[in-house]
Every structure is written in structure tokens, then in C-alpha cells.
């Protein structure tokens, strides 16, 4: 590990503010920046330390949503009784995630700007566009069975590894962002995350000066929430693919429905294709299978990672239909 400055910030102005001079990063849980600077993937010149600050809290909004400090443990999240009432799906996917210590210690904020597990990032041995732009992508070519499916390119074809932020995705949360300048911004979180294109290695629309205050969820949409996680071991276990869905049935007939895969993309991928095929039409497995052909159309296999096509489409399809069926 190369050396460091260090600071705690004492407010969100002067962190923002702190992590503007060239080199610097946050910290907060660091259960993933620690491991990259151990590996040299990151070097940051100076630390600015917010996991102290005040954002923690989960606050009740007028509309019957809920906004989440960036501080916000994981665990924490989890455990509240109006996330696990109002956004299950939420609740199952943090629980899903990483083990009972790393929840205790990660921060919402750090979990949504987490980097990629894709083992070519961690080898700087290996050309990764990512890590170093213009050096190419191992993994095409190379061992790529966890690797994207959709909205990949022929610069990077990692996959984003967030449980939290693919249900996040399905129940429309927006990210509100602190500036320099003391503005905040929302952005909705599919727009958060960039697709690779050529700049794989610029993942967000985060800007240098902006920190995450908080992540607003709206009002519960209607119909019955799951996540369902497949992977490799039951614990610990970043995900092949999993999927958020949400689907209001009446009388048999899909009213409004919800899809977004993880695992499969640089970003948590929402699927309105999916979507399009599922409202109005009746709750039943061919509606399903539609569904899944629909939000895997444009799919694209490198070798290793074909299987993952037709297990997102399975993994869909069982998903709606235990969604539908408890709607």
C-alpha cells in the first residue's frame, strides 16, 4: 500500500469540499477500497474519512417513501421494519449480499459506488480498461463465465457486483448528491451508472465534487416484491444473476409489473422490454417466458458466460411466477 493523508471530515460541506483537491477519496465502511489499495488497483493520495457524519438516518417522506442516509449500514437497512413492510425486495436483497460483518460495516453510499469482481480488475498483471484505459480487456478472450451479458463492449464486459442497487433499481429509487457548491441533485439510479462504451473506467455521473447525502425510495409501487439471487455457494457469493421483480396481478391479469436483472450488466439493468411484455397481459408461464425473451433479445454470450443467458430467462420466469401468485 502506498502512503496517505488522512481526514475526518467534521461536515458534509467541508467533505465535499475536502474531496475536490486532485487524488483524494471518501471513506466510509472501506470494505472495498481497502482491498484495492492493498492491491495497488487504488491510490488515492489522501483519505477524507465521512463515516462519521450525520447520515444515517432513515426518514419518513410525506408520500409514504423513505430516504436513507448515505452512512446507513447495510444492516441497518435491512433490519428496518418499514423497509422490510413497504420494500421487501430490498430488505431480501441486502440480506442476500456479502456476509453479516461486511453488512454491519458498509455504508449505502459505498455499496452503490462498489467496483467490479471481475478477477482481470484485480490482476494488474492483466490488461483491464477499467483499471488502466487503453491497456484492453482480458476477459474478452479469456475466462469471462460471471461476466455481462447486456450492455457491454468490446472495451470492458464487467459486470457492476450490487444486490442493493438492482432492487433499488425495480422500485425507482433517485440518489440526491451534494456539491461543492452546497446544490443537491437527484438523479434516478438507472441513470446513475454509466453503460462502458469506450470509458469503461468512468462508471458513474458521479462528479469529483459531489458526494451521495441520501437514497430517496417513493411511494411502495403496488403488487408483491421479490429478489431472487443465483449463485455459485449459498453464502457469500456475488451474483450469476439475479432479479428484482415486482407484479400487481388482478383477477389473473398483470396491472403493472417491474423487472431488473443484476449480474448481468455494468450497471443494475432494468429491463422495460420485460416489462412491456408483461402488463396487460394474464399471470401464466407463457407470459412469463415472453417476458424473458423480451429482456434478453439483445443478449450476448462470450463463451463462458452463454449459460448465463438461459439461466436469466429461467430465473425470471420463477420469479414472476411466485410474485404473481402472492400479488
Known amino acids: 500500500m502506498r502512503s496517505f493523508t488522512y481526514e475526518r471530515a467534521t461536515d458534509t460541506q467541508a467533505a465535499v469540499t475536502a474531496v475536490a483537491r486532485s487524488g483524494a477519496k471518501f471513506i466510509s465502511g472501506g470494505t472495498n477500497l ?21 447520515l444515517r438516518d432513515i426518514e419518513e417522506l410525506p408520500d409514504d417513501g423513505l430516504r436513507i442516509g448515505a452512512q446507513t449500514r447495510n444492516s441497518d437497512v435491512a433490519a428496518d421494519s418499514r423497509v422490510r413492510t413497504r420494500y421487501p425486495a430490498l430488505s431480501e436483497a441486502l440480506v442476500s449480499g456479502a456476509s453479516g460483518q461486511l453488512r454491519n460495516k458498509a455504508s449505502t453510499g459505498g455499496n452503490l459506488l462498489q467496483r467490479t469482481r471481475c478477477p482481470y480488475f484485480y490482476d494488474t498483471a492483466a490488461g483491464c480498461n477499467k483499471r488502466h484505459p487503453g491497456s484492453g480487456c482480458a476477459a474478452i478472450g479469456g475466462f469471462n463465465r460471471i461476466h455481462a451479458i447486456l450492455g457491454a463492449s468490446d ?4 459486470t457492476h457486483p450490487s444486490d442493493m442497487a438492482v432492487a433499488m433499481a425495480a422500485l425507482d429509487a433517485e440518489i440526491e448528491l451534494l456539491r461543492a457548491d452546497g446544490s443537491v441533485r437527484r438523479v434516478a439510479i438507472t441513470d446513475f451508472y454509466r453503460l ?6 468512468i462508471e458513474t ?3 469529483p465534487d459531489e458526494m451521495i447525502m441520501s437514497v430517496v425510495l417513493p411511494s411502495p409501487p403496488p403488487g408483491r416484491q421479490i429478489y431472487r439471487k443465483v449463485r455459485d455457494r449459498a ?5 450469476l444473476v439475479s432479479v428484482a421483480a415486482i407484479v400487481a396481478a388482478d383477477q389473473g391479469t398483470i396491472s403493472e409489473a417491474r423487472v431488473a436483472f443484476g449480474g448481468v450488466a455494468h450497471k443494475p439493468w432494468r429491463s422495460v422490454e420485460a416489462e412491456d411484455a408483461l402488463t396487460g397481459r394474464p399471470a401464466t408461464m407463457a407470459t412469463y417466458r415472453d417476458a424473458a425473451e423480451a429482456a434478453m433479445r439483445d443478449a450476448v454470450g462470450r463463451g463462458d458466460n452463454d449459460f448465463k443467458i438461459e ?3 429461467r430465473t ?11 400479488s
Open 34 to 54: 481497502l482491498d484495492l489499495m492493498k492491491l495497488d488497483i487504488e491510490d488515492p493520495s489522501h483519505l477524507v474519512d465521512i463515516s462519521r457524519l450525520p
Open 155 to 158: 472495451s470492458c464486459i464487467a
Open 196 to 201: 462502458p462504451g469506450d470509458t469503461p473506467h
Open 205 to 207: 455521473v458521479l462528479a
Open 235 to 239: 453464502s457469500y457469493e456475488f451474483a
Open 311 to 313: 439461466l436469466a430467462r
Open 316 to 326: 425470471l420466469c420463477r420469479t414472476l411466477a411466485q410474485a404473481a401468485q402472492a
